[in-house]
Structures are given as C-alpha cells and as structure tokens.
C-alpha cells in the first residue's frame, strides 16, 4: 500500500482527498493541516509521496516544496492548488515539483487525474531510484570482484562485500544463510555467518542457528525456486500466510533472498531486509543482485578450494614427515635417482656412511661422482680412497638398461675403509607408466661377511678334524636320527662309507648286536652324559670299544642333538 501526506490547510478537502484516494485501496493517506507539522511527519515517518496546497499560513506550498527537497530530493512532490497562476506553476516545476494539478472542475474526474500523477510520480521516482541503486550495485560488484581477487583475508573481504551490498540497496540488514543446516561452515568461516546491519539496526544474524525459524522456513518452502536459479523478493504480505506471521514477529516488511552457488550445487542465499518500508525490487536491482551473488558464489568456491589445497598440503607434509622420519630411522641407506643418475631423494643413512655428508638435501641434483670426487679431493688420496659411489653407476645403468628390479653385492671404498653393501635397485615410473629413474636400497654387510668368512674357515677347520680325527663320530636327534656321521664311526659301526645311507642310529644291525641302542635311549631319558665299553665280538673279549653319549642342550636347555664318541684304543 502506498503511504501519501496530504498538507492542506482547509480539514473538508482534506477529507474528501482522503476519502476519494484511498477507495481503491492502493493508497493510505495521512493528513495535515499545515507545513510545519507535515516537515515534523517527514523527519520521523516514512512516505511515498506529498501532495499539498499552496497558499497556507505561516508556510505555502512553494515554501514546502524547497524544504522537502532540502530534506529529501527524491520524493514525489504534486502540489494540488486553487491558484492557477502561470507564475507559480512555473516556479513549482522550477523548484522540483513532478506536477501541478489545479484544484476546481468535476470532482470524480479531477480526484481520477490526481490519483494518475501520484501512480505516475511514484513509478518515475521508483524507477529512476531502481537505476539509481542498480548503479550503485553495480559499482559494489566491481569493487567486490577485486577484493575476492586481491584479498587474503576471506571472512574480512565478505563482511566487506555485505557492507557493501547494504549501503548500495539502502536495505537494513544483509546476511548470508546456507542451505544446509548441517552445513560445516568451521571450516570457511571462523566463527559466525557473516552480516551487515545499518547503524541502529539489531544484529540478529550472530549465527546461522538464530535465522533458521523464518530462513529454513523459506528456503524450505522455495527450494525449488532456488534450485532454478531464482529469487524470492518482495513484501511479506506476498508470502506464505505462516511465514508472513513470522516474519511480522520479527518485524521485517520486505525480504529478499537471491541463492548463491558453489560447483554448480545450491549453497545458499545472500539476504537482505528492510524493517522500514514494503520494499519493491525492480528487474534492473534483480540483475545486479545476482551478479552480486555470483562473485560471493565465486569468493566461496575458491577459498574452499584453497582450504582444500591447503588440507591437502598439510596432509602431503605430515606424510612426507613420516616418510622422512621412517626413513631417516632404519639403518638401512635408502635413495632415488633421475635418468641421469641425479639424486633426488637420499635418507641420513646414504649421506653419512656413502655420501659423507650430513644435510640430507645436499645430495639432490647430484651424482655419484661427485660425491667420490669430494672425497678424494679433501683427503688428498688417489682413487682406491673412495670407490664405491662409482661402483654404485654401473648397476644404475644396469637398472635402467633392463628396466628391471636387480640385486647387486657391491664392493668398494669409502675413505679407505672396505665396505661390502647388499643392493636392491627398481626403476622408478610415474603415474603415466613411464620410467622417470630408479629407486634403490642398500645394507652394509661388511660384518657379516667377516663373520661368514670367519664361520666358513671354522666350518673348514670342524670338517678336517671331524673327519680326519682317529675316533668315531656320530651326530643325532633325540630321535635317533644320525645327522652326521665321520668316516672313523663307519669303520667301527661297520658300515659302507659309500653305499650305505645315513639312517637312524638305533635301528644299525651293529647298534642293536652290540646294545647301543639301550644306551641310546638310557642317554637321552637321563639327559645326562652316558659312557662306557661295549664287546662287539664276544669270540674277542679283550677287544672292547670305549663309547659316550653327550647330549647337546639348545638355547632353551632342552637336548636337541646327541654327540656319540667311539674309541676302541682307549684305555681304562
């Protein structure tokens, strides 16, 4: 409904102008008897449009009209007057009048006329304010499109694009609400949803929890709406009935919301309120709105993508930390090379005890060579000082030559010191299936093979005297088993050092004749030592061959083995 003034200093026309605008229900006049009280009304009311007379005391209505322009330039002004002077209709008009309307002639077609200029007046000053604010929405997309693209505060740069909006609209509040009430918004915004009121306005909008009563109510009922792209814009009174009574509670008089998306999915909606007027939004304010929301739409998907490459970079460091980590820990030296045989990726354990270095980066981006050429360098020595770097190349181009996973016992120096090193080299291929260089690992084993050279003299040195030593011996299992058996042992068992296969020690025709299959089995349940002699041919009763049985106790004191001794040259 559309809210007149009408200033005229006679009550009875005032009445009949009231009476005679407001039967068709468009319009609700207000009326006053003199200038001053209508200056009073405008300070503290808010209309549509004034219509006054012209000659009033103390002020006339070419008075009234340059104070109204004073105050408010903008509003429709009619002055509906009995004088019809050239003169004053001229300055009228001068002054800023949209018409003049003479008072007089037949009441129903005058009273029509006069309810076309206030139709007309108020349409061109909507509209021309329609532009008006289109302009300055406008400039506010300009300046909001660089703030997203210059700033790095986020949640800084849309309450400034809010603050913006509002100013340019001239609305109350503007606020932003997400669709979602399950929406995670910790993550773009720090705290709140963001809004903007006019100063003296209440804030309501402290989170998106305390907007849901009448919000959720409409995004609910418009969904679809919104999902087409389309706003919900106008007077409370064209809502629905529940939503209106809502909306009344909370005193608001016009909505508009205009839904903002992200990745092509409905977020949410830019809102704006107007506590003071029934608002009316013109096609060309639409359009601007929109391009409004569409920047916000945009701010949001790329800091969500920024939050996401964030996320992604904090997970890629956490990750390479506890690669790093681990291989930093095992003992073991760990790399990766290029085509060119360049480091890029080398653990402490290759860089102290091959590269002879300390910062694991500094190996990245160079060779071997390099490496071994240092070496020498700051130690003064020839070649043979550190050697194993360049053995290293030749089982890389192996690796790459093949394309296959190789292992190589790889001998060399380094500062002098013989290192032997256990290697396993793979190719190294990206994502697309192509080789990119080699992978590769490597375990000192220079003890080890001291020890099996050790162990395998010490095998040597068992084989001789086992073998070659003048008494017999036989290694069992607790089972009887023989697990080895020298060839002295054979002589006196009487068996075949050559045809007859080892077998089990109780079960031998010799074992059994002679009853060392008793004292086999005395031994092992005695777990104790067992000796004594035996006549293996009692036609020969001075002929006795001396025997023990030894148990042999593994880690966990348990007999694993039996070591039987034979001797027929012992003396008692």
């Known amino acids: 409904m559309i809210t007149v003034l009408h200033v005229d200093d006679e009550p009875v026309l005032s009445d009949i102008t009231k009476l005679s ?23 503290c009311g808010k209309y549509e449009c004034i219509i006054s007379d012209y000659e009033m005391p103390e002020m006339n209505g070419l008075e009234l009209l340059k104070a109204v322009r004073a105050i408010n330039p903008d509003i ?80 800084g740069t849309i309450h400034e694009i809010l603050t913006l909006f509002g100013l340019a609209t001239e609305m109350d509040r503007v606020y932003l609400y997400t669709c979602n009430e399950k929406e995670d918004i910790s993550g773009i915004f720090s705290q709140a949803l963001p809004s903007w009121s006019r100063p003296g306005v209440p804030d309501k909008n402290s989170s998106n929890a305390t907007r849901q009563p009448y919000l959720q109510m ?21 809502m629905n009935a529940f939503i209106e009574e809502m909306l009344i509670s909370e005193d608001i008089k016009s909505i508009g919301l205009f839904p903002i998306f992200v990745e ?10 107007d506590l003071l007027s029934e608002r009316e939004w013109r096609e060309v304010e639409v359009d601007a709105i929109f391009a409004g929301a569409g920047i916000i739409g945009s701010a949001l998907t790329q800091h969500m993508m920024n939050l996401q490459i964030a996320h ?24 990766a090379k290029d085509l060119d045989n360049r480091y890029i990726f ?20 160079k060779t071997n060579e390099y490496f071994s050429l240092q070496c020498r360098n700051e130690s003064l020595q020839d070649a043979p000082w550190h050697t194993l770097g360049d053995v290293g190349t030749k089982s890389d181009k ?3 030559n093949s394309q296959k996973t190789g292992r190589f016992e790889e001998i060399g120096t380094v500062k002098g010191k013989i290192i032997h090193l256990d290697v396993i080299k793979t190719p190294l291929w990206n994502e697309h299936g192509e080789m990119i260089g080699t992978v590769g690992c490597a375990r000192d084993i220079t003890e080890e093979q001291i020890i099996s050279s050790r162990m395998t003299q010490q095998n040597s040195r068992y084989e001789n005297i086992f073998h070659k030593i003048h008494i017999g011996l036989v290694v069992c299992q607790t089972d009887g088993i023989i697990i080895d058996m020298n060839r002295r042992a054979r002589e006196l068992l009487i068996m ?32 104790g030592s067992q000796k004594g002699t035996i006549i293996p041919d009692p036609s020969q009763t001075d002929k006795k061959i001396y025997y023990e049985f030894v148990p042999i106790h593994n880690e966990q004191e348990s007999i694993s083995e039996v070591l039987v001794f034979l001797d027929e040259h012992y003396q008692e």
């Open 496 to 527: 075949d050092n050559n045809n007859n296969p080892l077998t089990t020690f109780p079960d031998l025709p010799f074992t059994v004749a002679t009853g060392l299959d008793t004292l086999f089995a005395d031994a092992i349940r005695n777990v």
């Open 76 to 155: 429709p002004f009619i002055l509906f007057s009995g004088r019809g002077r050239e003169s004053v209709i001229i300055e009228a008009l001068n002054s800023g009048a949209d018409f003049y309307l003479q008072k007089g002639g037949e009441p129903r077609s005058q009273f029509v006329e006069l309810e076309h200029k206030i139709s007309y007046a108020i349409e061109q000053h909507n509209t021309k304010l329609a532009l008006k604010r289109r302009d300055a929405i406008l400039e506010a997309v300009s300046l909001a499109a660089n703030l997203v693209l210059t700033s790095q505060n986020f949640a």
């Open 218 to 238: 409409i995004l609910q009922f418009y969904r679809a709406h919104f999902n087409e792209g389309k706003p919900v814009t106008g007077s409370i009174k064209e």
């Open 21 to 43: 605008l407001e039967r068709s229900g468009k319009y609700c006049v207000e009326t006053v008897q003199s200038a001053f009280e209508a200056l009073d009304l405008l300070e």
């Open 398 to 400: 192996i690796v790459l």
């Open 312 to 335: 992604s970079n904090a997970e890629f460091k956490n990750l390479y930390s506890m690669v790093r980590l681990m291989c930093d820990t095992v003992p073991d030296m760990i790399w």
């Open 264 to 273: 092509q999915q409905l977020w949410g909606c830019i809102g704006f309120e």
């Open 346 to 365: 080398t653990n402490k354990a290759i860089c102290q005890n091959l590269l002879c270095v300390d910062d694991t980066q500094e190996p990245i981006g």
